[in-house]
């Protein structure tokens, strides 16, 4: 069965780069039938996506963080990641990564997800 | 951006008690629309997706409807472990949003 797992620091410094990485097993990130998304989620609050990659390289961005996020995969490792620029203590949360499929170019709900890794921007 | 409105934010209930939550986009989204469960320190999990479709494996107390604008998650019989938060999402079009969240309690 298809599983996620997000790995990267704890911990990052304010204006620095946020580098986190989904690695996926029991299933390619290589194929044409799901893109693979990052969202956020806040200590005690909701859910943001942030933006999701196909394996041809096709990438969404949320407008409200597009100039500071890069996605990008390695399909030979069968990893898809997340860096996220100039970080403050407002990009403190969960991480999460997760699949979603695409059926006739429409790309659709989150399953399954990653546990999540916190990340806390502090100096 | 489609906002995405839960009601009620949080509520108190008793196992074996049927609840619904509702959600409004502020604009209409079709049946692009899912629900997800989150419970304390664990991921979000699918539910329904296409506003109605029960995920595999998920239980069928749990159940959705709507289209266009207005949408209902509804638990028919709830048990001890569907006390969770839960959330729903449109993936009508970009950027993806979520709604921000019912917390459903113990009683």
């Known amino acids: 069965q298809l599983q996620l797992q997000e790995s990267g620091p704890g911990l990052v410094k304010p204006s620095e780069t946020l580098s986190l990485t989904c690695t996926v097993s029991?299933?390619?990130?290589?194929?044409?039938?799901?893109?693979w998304g990052w969202i956020r989620q806040p200590p005690g609050k909701g859910l943001e996506w942030i933006g999701s990659?196909?394996?041809?390289?096709?990438?969404y961005y949320n407008p409200s963080l597009k100039s500071r996020v890069t996605l990008s995969e390695d399909t030979s490792k069968n990893q898809f990641s997340l860096k996220l620029s100039s970080v403050t203590a407002a990009d403190t949360a969960v991480y999460y990564c997760?699949?979603?499929?695409?059926?006739?170019?429409?790309?659709?709900?989150?399953?399954?997800w990653g546990q999540g890794t916190l990340v806390t921007v502090s100096s | 951006a489609v906002r995405m409105t839960q009601s009620p934010s949080s509520f108190s209930a008793s196992t074996e008690d049927r609840v619904t939550i509702t959600c409004r986009a502020s604009?209409?989204?079709?049946?692009?629309l899912a629900w997800y469960q989150q419970k304390p320190g664990k991921a979000p999990k699918l539910l329904i997706y296409?506003?109605?479709t029960l995920q595999s494996g998920v239980p069928s107390r749990f159940s959705g409807s709507g289209s266009g604008t207005d949408f209902t998650l509804t638990i028919s019989w709830l048990q001890s472990e569907d006390f969770a938060t839960y959330y729903c999402?449109?993936?009508?079009?970009?950027?993806?949003?979520f709604g921000q969240g019912t917390k459903l309690e113990i009683k």
């Open positions: 997760a699949r979603h499929p695409v059926v006739r170019g429409v790309i659709l709900w989150f399953d399954p």
């Open positions: 029991g299933g390619s990130i290589g194929t044409s039938s799901y893109y």
């Open positions: 990659i196909y394996y041809s390289g096709s990438i």
């Open positions: 604009q209409g989204i079709g049946s692009f």
């Open positions: 296409g506003a109605s």
């Open positions: 999402q449109q993936y009508y079009s970009y950027p993806y949003t």
